[in-house]
């Protein structure tokens, strides 16, 4: 009996410290499964788990120490060494905020005196008139920085397992919660905010467990572009720099932005409509749709429509930067061709010519704004999944 006791112990502590990080975590089969109400369970319950089962345990363990041969006491000592190992790993190495730290300097640059290559994506984002951009090299590893522009706090996140750049008000509740990054659910990076412990989607800004399960942090307006792109739009936006701390993690992302990385996680599938292929998300009226990337880089203009919105998706000469406006002005949906140099587009309503911003610059409409639509590049399986009745 007092054996039974004693490996029955070891398997449930061995299980628990296994699980509670298995789940929220990019194990073998831990993120395809509805998991994350139980992982938040275990996650909030593992400290009790662990004290009855351990106090359950001491006077079995000591009486085996006293009363067994050699062989058994060594025996028992592995488990329990086994179990300590288990404990620090999972504990103190696979979690996620002890993977990936915060930023310890934040400094930001102007155009002129910026380090960060011109041919290298940001999120960009405008709030009361003040543009910043931020290298998805450096957030990517961060999965979020804080920040605050036109004296508003944002929280600049991104997901480099589901390619997700998404900015969010971090305040929750009339406050300005801090977060931390706890883990990932269907491969997306969660964050858990200090005041209720509550776990939020990246991809989302949705509240998935805790006291706060279904809120939603509101989201802010950004834009992915190369800096040379977003600087040509906003030349005077300031720029976030590397923390010279991170070298080493920042390194480890440089192939990213093209899909080229050699981590089987973050690395791009080539073809179309696979699993780590790359799309354009767009969502209007509670109807989704994603576009092939593939087709938009072949093609330089897509022209569709979603229910209410007739929308154009451009990609820009450099083959990164993408833009999706709506394409209804004054009451007429325009339709649009390339220019061979894709530096502009034409109207064939008007025979006007615009820019790259959005802007005509010439024809009978010229100095009208077309006016942007959210819209996100992002790995196929993220989007299918957040967004489970997408068209396509």
Request: charge should be positive.
């Amino acid at each position: 009996m007092r054996t039974i006791i004693i490996v029955t112990g070891l398997l449930l502590l061995l299980t628990v410290e296994i699980l509670h990080i298995y789940f929220i975590m990019p194990f073998p089969g831990s993120q395809h499964n509805n998991s994350i109400g139980f992982a938040y369970w275990l996650d909030n319950n593992i400290w009790w788990v662990r004290t009855i089962t351990l106090l359950t345990l001491i006077y079995p363990v000591i009486l085996f120490f006293r009363n067994t041969r050699i062989w058994k006491k060594v025996l028992l000592a592995t488990g329990l060494l086994l179990y300590a190992v288990v404990f620090y790993f999972f504990n103190f190495r696979f979690k996620a905020d002890k993977m990936f730290y915060q930023s310890v300097h934040s400094r930001f640059a102007t155009a002129q005196t910026n380090e960060i290559s011109n041919n290298k994506l940001v999120i960009g984002l405008v709030v009361n008139g003040e543009a910043k951009a931020y290298p998805v090299q450096l957030i990517g590893y961060h999965h979020q920085v804080r920040d605050t522009v036109g004296n508003m706090p944002v929280m600049v996140t991104y997901c480099t397992v589901c390619r997700t750049g998404r900015v969010f008000s971090p305040v929750v509740n009339g406050k300005n919660e801090t977060f931390r990054l706890v883990g990932m659910d269907h491969f997306n990076a969660m964050f858990e905010d200090q005041s209720t412990k509550s776990w939020w989607q990246q991809a989302t800004g949705i509240a998935v467990a805790g006291p706060l399960k279904g809120a939603s942090l509101q989201e802010l307006p950004s834009t992915q572009a190369t800096l040379a792109a977003w600087l040509r739009q906003y030349p005077g936006s300031m720029v976030l720099q590397p923390d010279t701390v991170f070298s080493k993690q920042y390194a480890d992302l440089a192939d990213f932005d093209n899909g080229t990385i050699k981590s089987g996680l973050e690395k791009r599938d080539s073809g179309s409509w696979q699993f780590k292929s790359w799309v354009i998300g767009v969502t209007h009226n509670k109807v989704s749709k994603a576009y092939d990337w593939n087709h938009l880089v072949s093609a330089g203009l897509i022209q569709d429509s979603l229910p209410g919105l007739p929308m154009v998706l451009v990609l820009e000469k450099d083959s990164a930067s993408f833009h999706v406006w709506n394409r209804q002005v004054k009451g007429n949906d325009l339709q649009f061709i390339q220019d061979t140099t894709r530096v502009a587009f034409h109207d064939l309503n008007t025979g006007s010519t615009w820019n790259m911003s959005g802007q005509c610059i010439s024809g009978a409409l010229a100095g009208v704004q077309l006016q942007p639509v959210p819209a996100y590049q992002e790995f196929w399986h993220s989007w299918r999944t957040f967004h489970p009745k997408t068209l396509r």
